[in-house]
């Protein structure tokens, strides 16, 4: 049983920040690459950034400048700070991991449910 747990959504003014946080827990040996993806209703989910295990990221265009992401290789969390918020950052966001679960197994894709996150403008 591996599970992701996103916290941190909620309601902002535009302009204003908010801090995503992922907490990966259960029968885990190793962490890969983790990740942010977000997503409107009826539309398809869309890459926010990524971290790689030695700490690269990369960032959509879209918010290249704004969100920083980040990971904590110790606790198993991926965090997302969301600086300088508009109404396009409204959508539902979610936390990915490649994760292992033991020596003998290869890498699976792991998602968080999700946690909204909504910019008033």
């Known amino acids: 049983q591996v599970q992701l747990v996103e916290s941190g959504g909620g309601l902002v003014q535009a302009g204003g920040s908010l801090r995503l946080s992922c907490a990966a827990s259960g029968l885990i040996f190793r962490i890969n690459a983790m990740a942010w993806y977000r997503q409107s209703p009826g539309k398809a989910r869309e890459l926010v950034a990524t971290?790689?295990?030695?700490?690269?990221?990369n960032y959509a265009d879209s918010v290249k400048g704004r969100f920083t992401i980040s990971r904590d290789n110790a606790k198993n969390m991926v965090n997302l700070q969301m600086n300088d918020l508009n109404a396009g950052d409204t959508m539902v966001y979610y936390c990915n991991a490649e994760i292992q679960r033991n020596r003998f197994a290869t890498s699976s894709t792991y998602w968080g449910q999700g946690t909204q996150v909504t910019v008033s403008s």
């Open positions: 971290v790689a295990k030695d700490g690269t990221t």
